[in-house]
Nanobody, 124 residues
Framework: QVQLVESGGGLVQAGGSLRLSCAAS????????MGWFRQAPGKEREFVAA????????YYADSVKGRFTISRDNAKNTVYLQMNSLKPEDTAVYYC?????????????????WGQGTQVTVSS
């Protein structure tokens, strides 16, 4: 069993920054691929970013490329999402997810464990 706990969400003005954290426990964190997703009210959950177990491979949604950075610290069992130049359309609940098999993916159903989410609200 894997437990994921997100933190770092909040209210920020457009153009501002936030850093989300996702703390993992329960199994060997360093062997997971990790992803961040988000879900706005009335919309489906969408992919934001993912990285491989080593952190060597990353992938971003076009909507956040150049503004968001995903990273991990395997010694701390934590994955991060640094969000810069935030826009009102980035407002959503952000979820981290763990994938126990090799390779990164943008497909939510291929992730095995999910956190409870953290709210990010960007005001205009």
């Amino acid at each position: 069993q894997v437990q994921l706990v997100e933190s770092g969400g909040g209210l920020v003005q457009a153009g501002g920054s936030l850093r989300l954290s996702c703390a993992a426990s329960g199994r060997t964190f360093s062997s997971y691929a990790m992803g961040w997703f988000r879900q706005a009210p009335g919309k489906e959950r969408e992919f934001v970013a993912a990285l491989s177990w080593s952190g060597g491979n990353t992938y971003y949604a076009d909507s956040v490329k150049g503004r968001f950075t995903i990273s991990r610290d395997n010694a701390k069992n934590t994955v991060y999402l640094q969000m810069n130049s935030l826009k009102p359309e980035d407002t959503a609940v952000y979820y981290c997810a763990a994938k126990l098999t090799l390779g990164i993916t943008t497909t939510p159903s291929r992730y095995d464990y999910w956190g409870q989410g953290t709210q990010v609200t960007v005001s205009s």
